[in-house]
Every structure is written in structure tokens, then in C-alpha cells.
């Protein structure tokens, strides 16, 4: 009788691929639609900018498909806890621990991946001469599909499945929506302090909550948040907001502290959970 | 050696107590037949075996560790869910050999389990396409593989027609001949465990009744034992036999056959008897007292 060593690479590896080959249909439609899209847009708004909000803008959309083929992959969790699914490969030595990990491998690793390849390849055809300034931004897009994948998995760890796809597409639709919003208010917050207070709605305490309403918007979705940076950058502003945005380096740092913290409670509730 | 032990072990699901100070002892290579009605708290004993719940109270113990906490414990163990959730759109042969995988066995392994339990014609059907009896036996063969030293079947009778149901105890009682696997089988169908355990645990509303080999369990509950012999002069044989306090009626079945009732705690007086007078008795067998009658003695006898 062979004994179990506790995680195993093996066994991830094994109940990963077991999986990807079951949702390998659904992948090869996002990775088709995404990339039609992003070559659209590329083609149509920005192929000849340099690396400006046009050219990253089409990505936005591909992001927010992918999401939402990932908050519903990772739904699975929930469904295969939920109706026992689960305990016939618990049965086969895999660890609970193991299960968390080789879904999030497959439902948040495996899209990012796919998604930064495939458009690294099309942009490369379509407008090459943007690849070089991109790279920088891939690796924005691969965090916040992390952060994303985290934090669907710790509510599907619970055994949520309806809430972990409503979340993910709420997320995945939403956020960028959200973040441009609040960002734009705090952008034009400093005026209440050249003027007077009547000019701007943004006196110091709704001044502060917006802007750890985007902070946090920002860190649910750094990509969004470096393309808006290079706007508010861009931006004139007569009077700077009293404190400046976080930058999107320290945002893409706190979001992969988070992504680590989230996994980490979602192994827990996984550890603990009865299945 | 014991092999699995429940200390006073409590399970509640928010307000329901679904395991209420269960304590007791399977030792090895038993087959234990876990018997109660619906709802009596089986199933949740079953997963609290396995490490897929955690005792809210007590400790269960599965060759010395925990199994909530020590996982290892699962690769010794097969498993067949009460209710299995198959993955429909997999061949049997894909589904199987996933499993076999995880617990690094080969393709070998997966074609012997197939055989054990007769799929081997239906390796490249989808699981969709399966009748609930083969589903059954796709969850009988998937629990043995890697070759576990304990089977648990929760319910591996349930939803079957009579067909099905007489075909899945012939395997499990091929399976216990061959292979000499300890197992844990529950059921609310009291008869048909009767044919393969040896060892009972009577459980009703969460409560552990009592628990203990069979063979104990008649003499403690007074459930008349049954012989059944085949003699070479069974007048002789009979004769002999009746003048024995503890032999209570002997029923001749056949020409060369007897039944005989005894008195369950001279069991082991009667055997030494038989074999005394084995010159004149070509094979005798123990057929077991009726397990139902012992579960309503164990039921009336608790208050």
C-alpha cells in the first residue's frame, strides 16, 4: 500500500489535467472570442499609438470574458462539495488542500496564462510595434486575474456556487466601471481646496472614503488601475488631489499580498470545512 | 487489533444531532454490517471514517489515527459514497483510470478492478449512459482500487431493483472471498447483509444500541442459533442430538440434511459435539439466526 505525502506536485498535476481536459471546450471559446476582440480594437483605435489608453483599453474587455469563464469554472468547487462530487477523488488520496490548489491552478492560473500568451501573440501580429511597451502591462493583467481567482475561490471554498459566479461577473463587468469612477472624482477633488467648498462635493471625509473606495477597487484590479494611472497622469489637473493616488507598483505589491492572503483563508475553510 | 474506534463521539449540523455519544470498536478484517434505519446517523458515521467531517465532540480513531487530521489514513481505504456523483460526461475508462492515477497505479490495476466487478465490456461507454446497476459497480470498482486493506460501502444496495441488487451482493461477497478485504457495509435492507457480515453495529436516531460479532450478539440477545448438517445416518445423528439440554428442535429438511435450533450461548459446546461425532456427519454449517429479529431485540431492549 503506497502512503501519501502531503501536498503532492504529482497529484496536483494529475487532478489539474483531469479537469482542463473537462473544460478545455469552454477555454478554447474564450480564447477565440477574446482574441477576435482584442485584434478589433487594436486594429480599429491603436495600433499606431505608442503604449497610450487606446491601446490598452481593448484588453479590458477580453479581461472581463475571462473572468467570468473563471468565476465559473471555480464555481465548480462549490457544486462538486456541495453534491459530493468531491469525496470520490478525496477518496483517491488527493488532500483537500490539494483539491484547492489544482483548481485554482487550472480556473486562475491557466486562463492568465492563456490570456496574456494569446494577445501577446496577436498584438504581435496586428501591431507589433506595440509588444515591447505592453510587456510591462502583462504582468499587471496576470495579477489581477490572480486576485480575481482568489477571491472567487475563498467564497466557492465556502460552498457558494451562485454567489461565486454572480461576484465574478459583478467583478469582472463592474470593477473597471467602478474604478474609472472613483478615480475621475478623485481626481478633480483638489479643487474643493483652491475654491471653495461649494465648487467640489469632496470635503476631507468623503474625500478619504473615495479614495480608499478606489484604493480597494484598484486593488481588486490592477490592470484597470494602471491603465487609469496613465490617464490621471496625462490629466491636467489645477489643483492635485490633497494626497496622491497610490502608485500602480504598490497596488500590483498590496494585490499579490492579498491574492496570497485570500488563498490562504480559502485553504483553511477548505481544511476545515465538512465535505 | 482494532481498526477503527468511535470515543463518545458527537456530530451536530446546526441544530440537528445527527451522532450523539457513539463509542465503539471494529476490529480487523471483519465484515461489519452498519445497521439502522434512515436518518439513524450511517452515513454521517461513514464520512467521520473517512476525514470528509469533523467530530464536533470525541475523537474517532481509524488504525490509531485521526482521520479528520491525518489524510494518509484514505490511501488504505476504499470508499463507495451513499449517493455517488459521477462525472457523466467521462468514459468509465477515463473516469477510472484518473483515480488509478491519483494513487499512481497503472492501467493494469484499472483493467483488474474492471474485471472484479464485470465492466470490463463497458470501459469506453460514457458514465451518462449506464444503468444505475453498473453505476454501482463503476462505484465498487473505483473503491478498490489500489488494492485497501478496508472497504466502506455506504448503502451499495440503495435504489437498485432486485436484479441489480442481488447482482452487486454477489460481487461484494466475491470480492470478501477473494480478496479478503475488511469492509464496513451499511444498509436499512437488514436481510441481505446477513449473507456477508460477521460483525454488527445497531444504530438508531444517532444512538450506537450495541455493537459486536455476531456470533456474540445471538447468545447476548437470545436469538435462536441455526445449524444446518448433512449426516451420513442423520437418525443416529438426531437422536444424539436432541438429548443435549441446550439443542432446542431439530427439523429434518432433506433426506440426509437436519436443522438444528440451538441455544445461542452454547454455541461454541455444540461445535465441540459436532466435531466429536464427525465420523457420522459429512459437512455441518452455521446459518446464522435472523439478523432482523436481533435488530428488534436490540431495539426493544434499549429504553
Redesign the interface.
Known sequence: MKRLSSPSLRRIYEQTAYMANRRMRSYSIAVIITDVITALFILMLGWQAPVTVLALLPLVPSISIYKIVIAAQISGIAREIKSGEVQLYLAHTLTRVEYLLSTFLLAGITPALLLVSTCSVVIAIVAPNLLYTIGEYILYIFVDLLIFSAIVVLVASHGYEGTTIILGVFLGLFIWIATSILLFFYTYSGLSYTYSSNVSPLSPPLLYLVYLSFSICALLSPFTYRVLYIAYTQTYKPSPPPIPPPTPQTIMLLALLLTIALLGLALREIKVRDI | MTMIEFREVSKR?GKVEALKNASFEIPENTVTAFLGPNGAGKTTSM?LI?G???PSKGAVLVWGEEPWRN??I??????L?E?????M??TVEDFLS??A????LGRADVERVSRLVGLEKLMDRKIRSLSRGYLQRVGIA??L?????LLILDEPTANLDPAARREILDVLKVLHKELKVSMIISSHIIPELQELSNYAIFIDKGTVLDYGYLNDLWRKYSVETVFTIEATDIETVAKQLIEKPFVHAIKRVSSGTLEVSIDPSHFKVFEALLTEINHKIRRYEFKTANLGDLYEKIVKSKP
Open positions: 449540523f464520512k473517512m470528509f467531517l469533523k489524510e494518509s484514505r490511501s488504505r481505504i476504499g470508499y459514497p449517493k455517488p456523483v459521477y462525472p460526461d467521462l484518473h483515480l492515477g491519483l494513487r499512481r473505483q473503491s482500487l489500489g488494492e485497501p486493506e
